[in-house]
């Protein structure tokens, strides 16, 4: 690429020296760089190239979501400007780009692309995380920078195991006794068990009709069946394949999915928050787990566990900018569950943003040596010897930001929403070769997806009848709710509710407008687009059943009230979101929220796990109180469902057969 126009800029600290900074814009990149994009971005031997070679050279490796790389020197090396080849491969840090004042104070800077600050110990950290790629270097190393949090691979590995552990410790014993009192397959099991045990027996050709989703789950059993066999036949357990597919063992797949989803949330926080600290990530990962939805489905044979842990997987590769990995992921989480298709779009489009404001960033800013003039020279070198009282000398200055002050175009404040989506869309199409070249696999796993709906003839395999897609728009109102509630700290306090009566009071114009149609908007959508499902009617072995007929429709007017309440969830969580992420993320987590529970007929809280998920990784970090208290909320949601699962059996007239609430 041509060096293109140039200008230059002058910058300087507190004292009298000055520097030059070169800002290059250069020509919008064409197609003929396809081959240079290509040697830079795809791994060397494919889908092998994450086992050691990360998808990227080693100057970029980990981009956070809406935030630009960034890294200050250490004062080891403050004198000298930084090289781009001293960064070891496997590093994720990336040569400085941004210019803050408020570095020394450890404050979040309010920028919307989320830059990186130093805090108050001197460490490079970024506000919405990014810094994540292994092979970070810590604290003290030898090229002379900081990692995220001066973190190590060991203190990583310690929370990883310590989350693990604790899922292990309630899971495998309570599996156990669920496998006890409950034997034999229930409710959906009746459809998934014994098609993975036909697998089993090799018959990958007999399909259930009334299966609705793929068989990735089934994949994920037969090779866990497989790594336990070797040892089962050894040992006379089992001398047969097949004879190890108990719905006992089947079950057990979950609470290993479920160990891997506490793990991987611990590693996204540190990616997305790296602030946060390992304790605290530890904390939060252990919380998610406790979530009841997700804790409950860890002791059955259903999907969702298996799906939670695939799409957080696509999702921490995605920060990791080892694209070709986190596609793969994608496609697996698609086979577990079809509009998982939507997080990966989500996720991949982020990431393309993400990743075309770094490509902007690094071909638009570039260093020069300062060249300072002998007077400015002494009279720095004066300043620094000058004694300020007999016997005391001046404290020498040695902050590398007043040394060398980076201009940088990405922490320029948008007025407006419009300004944000048209600057994304120039930056995209200004890398937009090597963009595509990134996000291929991404795009190969959607043309495959299409494909099928089309071979299929729509989105679910089986029970296409009671599984078609409907305007449910009320399923929208009602996931804001149920996820506000269960992140009850967040959004259900006396403090949250004033800092958005304030908000409010300051837009006065806007937030009236938005309450209005917000609130005519719902009305619509809970009149006319609230739909009753007759599983939801018939079933009382749900939940959701005493819900629909105990509150909504206690009286016809109940369900119009709720409306307020259901506006001021979604108010709530779009103003913690937008703390920390751009409104273009925002945007775009609303329309996946819509686009994943709206086409389901069926009011099922399962379906709310991933996105609340999300909400949670990307929420702030409230006090130790507030999430003991939480978790023993949690706990206590949990063990009661359980029990009443267990221990309260009951019969129906029409049908034989134990039933159990769920």
């Known amino acids: 690429m041509g060096k293109g126009k140039q200008e230059e800029l002058t910058v300087g600290g507190g004292d009298s020296r000055r520097w030059k900074v070169r800002r290059i814009r250069p020509r919008p990149p064409s197609c003929s760089d ?11 031997f494919g889908l092998l190239g994450w086992a050691g070679e990360f998808a990227q050279p080693a100057s970029y490796v980990g981009l956070a979501q809406n935030a630009q790389p960034s890294l200050k020197p250490t004062a080891t090396n403050a004198e000298a400007p930084p090289r781009r080849d001293s960064l070891r491969r496997g590093s994720c840090t990336a040569p ?11 404050k979040l800077l309010p920028s919307p692309s989320a830059e990186a600050y130093r805090s108050a110990s001197g460490e490079v950290v970024t506000s919405s995380g990014f810094l994540c790629a292994p092979g970070a ?9 900081r990692s995220a949090a001066g973190r190590s691979q060991y203190g990583w590995g ?12 309630w899971a495998i014993p309570l599996a156990a006794l669920v496998a006890s009192i409950v034997p034999d397959p229930y409710m959906d099991e009746i459809f998934h068990v014994p098609q993975v045990q036909r697998y089993c027996r090799g018959d990958f050709l007999i399909w259930d009709p009334m299966i609705t989703t793929p068989p990735g789950l089934y994949y994920i059993s037969l090779a866990y069946v497989a790594s336990l066999f070797p040892g089962a036949w050894v040992t006379r357990i089992a001398e047969a394949f097949d004879a190890l597919c108990t719905t006992a063992l089947l079950r057990s797949t979950n609470v290993i999915m479920a160990m891997i989803c506490g793990v991987l949330v611990h590693d996204l926080l540190l990616c997305i928050r790296p602030k946060i600290g390992k304790r605290k990530a530890t904390a939060f990962a252990i919380l998610v787990a406790l979530y009841p939805i997700h804790w409950f489905f860890t002791f059955l044979y259903y999907t969702d566990v298996a799906s939670l842990a695939a799409v957080l997987a696509m999702y921490l590769f995605c920060l990791k900018k080892q694209f070709w990995v986190s596609a793969a992921f994608g496609a697996f989480s698609i086979l577990l569950r079809q509009t998982n298709v939507i997080w990966m779009i989500f996720f991949a489009a982020n990431g393309a943003i993400a990743h075309a404001q770094y490509l902007y960033v690094k071909d638009n800013v570039c260093y020069e040596n300062s060249e300072l003039t002998d007077k400015s020279n002494k009279e720095a070198s004066h300043m620094d010897n000058k004694t300020t009282a007999p016997g005391l000398r001046r404290r020498r200055n040695n902050n590398p930001i007043n040394k060398r002050e980076v201009v940088s175009e990405s922490n320029i404040m948008y007025s407006s929403f419009t300004e944000e989506i048209w600057d994304a869309i120039f930056k995209l199409w200004n890398s937009k070769c090597e963009v595509l070249i990134a996000f291929i696999p991404f795009a190969m796993v959607l043309l495959v997806f299409v494909a099928f709906i089309v071979w299929n003839g729509g989105i679910v395999l089986g029970a296409k009848e009671a599984h078609v897609v409907s305007p449910h728009f009320a399923q929208f109102l009602y996931f804001g709710l149920v996820s506000a509630a269960a992140l009850l700290p967040w959004h259900f306090t006396p403090t949250r509710a004033s800092d958005l009566f304030h908000w409010c009071r300051k837009n006065k114009t806007y937030s009236s407008f938005a309450i209005l149609v917000a609130l005519g908007l719902s009305l619509v959508a809970v009149h006319l687009f609230s739909i009753a499902h007759p599983y939801l009617l018939a079933d009382n072995r749900h939940y959701t059943f005493y819900i ?10 109940m369900k119009y009230s709720l409306t307020p309440v259901y506006v001021y969830s979604w108010f709530s969580i779009v103003n913690i979101l937008g703390k920390s992420q751009t409104r273009l993320w925002v945007l775009s ?11 389901a007929p069926l009011v099922e809280f399962r379906y709310y796990t991933i996105p609340l998920v999300i909400l949670v990784l990307h929420s702030p970090v409230i006090s130790n109180v507030k999430l003991l208290a939480l978790g023993f909320l949690y706990a206590a949601v949990d063990f009661f469902t359980l029990a009443m699962f267990l221990f309260r059996p009951f019969q129906w007239q029409h049908e034989p057969g134990t039933q159990r609430n769920m």
Request: glycine residues 10%; hydrophobic residues 55%; charged residues 10%.
């Open 548 to 557: 629909w007929r105990k509150v909504i429709q206690v009286h016809w007017m």
């Open 158 to 169: 310690m929370g990883r195991l310590t989350v693990a552990a604790a899922v292990a410790a």
């Open 137 to 145: 270097r810590g604290a003290g190393s030898g090229a002379g920078f």
């Open 34 to 44: 396809l081959g240079l994009a290509l040697s830079s971005t795809l791994p060397p």
């Open 96 to 106: 400085p780009l941004h210019r803050t004042s408020s570095v020394d104070s450890g």
């Open 589 to 599: 987590f609303v329309l996946s929220v819509a686009l994943a529970v709206i086409p």
